[in-house]
């Protein structure tokens, strides 16, 4: 089956500090989904992003479907950035499940 | 509130017992998800309803879990004889068709003792 990497596995940044998380997977997919997981285990829904690039804030996310990866960027990041990211690919058929990454864990430090 | 929402939130049961969790999706969305979660791991799928309809079940659904949709609207899943291995976060995630996001609710922490 279809493998979906993500790096680092763990990041500790200054408050106000940049990041990149990386999500590779390993097949062609139809789509690609960021989510930031909190303390309390709610997934937040951050980018839909089968392509291109897209911003929201301090964040944004670009995926380049034909070499199988996508990107992350946090800028000026802030306490409430902790938590885990996840991507996750949706495959090609009728159910359109998702295929979860191995996460980050991103600790934003004051 | 327009998000998905799960009850309960927290499940302690001893081996053996049978659980029931519910979710409510977004009331327009007729794709719903059921997944689990494990400590350290990213969520894992287990079921998927199209209206009422469930159409694809994961391997990891043994014949100890069951998932219904009546009506198309919330769903249900039971888990009988539960084991210690059960314990986990269970997911549940609704859509608008086919091609379009997914949206988590709260999830139902399970703990078996």
């Known amino acids: 089956g279809i493998q979906v990497e993500q790096s680092p596995p763990d990041l500790i940044l200054q408050e106000g500090a940049n990041s990149t998380l990386r999500c590779n997977f390993s097949d062609s997919v139809n789509n690609l989904q960021w989510f930031h997981q909190n303390p309390w285990g709610q997934l937040i829904n951050l980018f839909y992003i089968p392509s291109g690039t897209k911003q929201n804030g301090r964040l944004s996310a670009t995926t380049v479907a034909t070499e199988r990866y996508s990107l992350l960027y946090i800028s000026s990041s802030q306490t409430t950035d902790s938590g885990v990211y996840f991507c996750a690919v949706e495959l090609g058929g009728a159910t359109n499940k998702l295929i979860f990454g191995t996460g980050t864990l991103l600790a934003v430090q004051p | 509130d327009t998000g998905v929402s799960q009850n309960p939130r927290h499940k302690i049961t001893k081996r053996g017992q049978n659980v029931t969790f519910r979710c409510d999706p977004i009331s327009e969305h007729n794709r719903l998800y059921w997944y689990r979660q494990t400590l350290g791991q990213g969520p894992e799928f287990l079921t998927y309803f199209q209206n009422e309809a469930q159409l694809e079940k994961s391997r990891l659904l043994s014949d100890r879990f069951s998932a219904e949709r009546p009506k198309g609207s919330f769903s249900t899943l039971e888990i009988q004889r539960t084991e210690q291995g059960d314990s986990a976060m269970y997911l549940c995630?609704?859509?608008?068709?086919?091609?379009?996001?997914?949206?988590f609710g709260p999830g139902t922490r399970l703990t078996v003792t």
């Open positions: 995630a609704s859509s608008l068709g086919l091609k379009s996001e997914q949206y």
